[in-house]
């Protein structure tokens, strides 16, 4: 079992940036695929960007494109997300989420075994 925890969520104004951390209780998780996850206010949860175990290969949603990039830290165990040039539409809680299953990242969220708590993002006009 590894735990996720989840961090660096706040309010921004539009046009700002965060960063977000999502550290991993275990060693184990270096060789998982990750990603991150968002649930926007009323909607469902949305995939976001996602890495390989290695950090070679990621992929994105369309609407972060350009602007977040997520990357990671194994000897530190920990995930990042940089998001810039955010926009209200960005607001929302950001789950990190671990694949055991797989070293390639994927863009479906039912292919993540592990989550963190969530981390609330708020971006104002």
């Known amino acids: 079992q590894v735990q996720l925890v989840d961090s660096g969520g706040g309010l921004v104004q539009a046009g700002g940036s965060l960063r977000l951390s999502c550290a991993a209780s275990?060693?184990?998780?270096?060789?998982?695929?990750m990603a991150w996850v968002r649930q926007p206010p009323g909607k469902d949860r949305e995939f976001v960007a996602a890495i390989s175990s290695r950090g070679g290969g990621t992929r994105y949603s369309d609407s972060v494109k350009g602007r977040f990039t997520i990357s990671r830290d194994n000897a530190k165990n920990t995930m990042y997300l940089q998001m810039n040039t955010l926009k209200p539409e960005d607001t929302a809680v950001y789950y990190c989420a671990a694949d055991r299953t797989s070293s390639n990242p994927s863009g479906r969220e039912i292919s993540y075994d592990y989550w963190g708590q969530g981390t609330q993002v708020t971006v104002s006009s």
């Open positions: 275990r060693r184990t998780a270096r060789s998982y695929a």
